[in-house]
């Protein structure tokens, strides 16, 4: 069952409440650029209490429908750029080309919804258990971040430079067979690192 199907059930005043607000949650698995738990955090920090109140319910899906019918205004552009790229002759695109198929930030909101995700995933990460240097130095990342809602200058960018080359160095092959759970925390660290210059570049 696809996105639009779910969200009618969390239209459908029929339907027992709860089983609609099981149906958001569904909404957001095919649609959660800022990862699932970060995005329903946002919707209900967009929306209101929407597991209590059916009016929220209702504005936190209009809030996921509108970024997500962004995005797919997105992905038909970018199709449209490829077909013509591949008449041209270049049928692969750049390593460093956008490419939307995996939505990466909240469209509509990129700013705000990278920060509010840079907040939670802080909390995630000082919840997950012992920390070593690497995790310490993106929670202060994140810290000074949410302090000033952005990234304060080139000493901070070049911190955050640093964790990401320490995260992606620790993240190849064969890191996740070697220690899957560690792979995963660097995985959630980059995340957060990504988040971080995600409001940075765009202030």
């Known amino acids: 069952m696809g996105f639009t199907n779910f969200a009618r059930k969390v239209r459908d005043p029929t339907l027992p409440y709860g089983h609609r607000v099981v149906s958001l949650r569904s909404c957001v698995q095919p649609y959660r650029p800022i990862g699932f738990e970060a995005t329903m955090s946002y919707l209900a920090h967009k929306a209101g209490p929407f597991r209590e109140d059916e009016d929220a319910l209702l504005r936190a899906l209009g ?54 995700a840079v907040g939670h995933w802080r909390v995630r990460l000082r919840s997950a258990g012992p920390t070593d240097g690497l995790s310490l130095a993106v929670d202060l990342c994140t810290a000074d971040c949410l ?3 952005g990234v304060r200058g080139e000493r901070e960018r070049a911190r955050l430079d640093a964790c990401a080359e320490e995260l992606a160095r620790r993240m190849e092959p064969p890191a996740h067979r070697d220690d899957a759970a560690a792979y995963f925390r660097h995985r959630d660290l980059r995340r957060a690192v990504g988040l971080i210059r995600m409001v940075g570049a765009d202030r």
């Not at 962004?70 to 956008?98: D, I, V």
């Open 147 to 149: 302090a000033v809602e």
């Open 63 to 116: 809030v996921i429908e509108a970024s997500r019918a962004a995005w797919q205004t997105e992905l038909r552009a970018y199709a449209a750029e490829r077909t013509e790229a591949k008449r041209r002759g270049f049928r692969t695109p750049g390593a460093r080309a956008r490419n939307p198929n995996s939505p990466e930030c909240w469209y509509g909101a990129r700013r705000e919804a990278a920060l509010h």
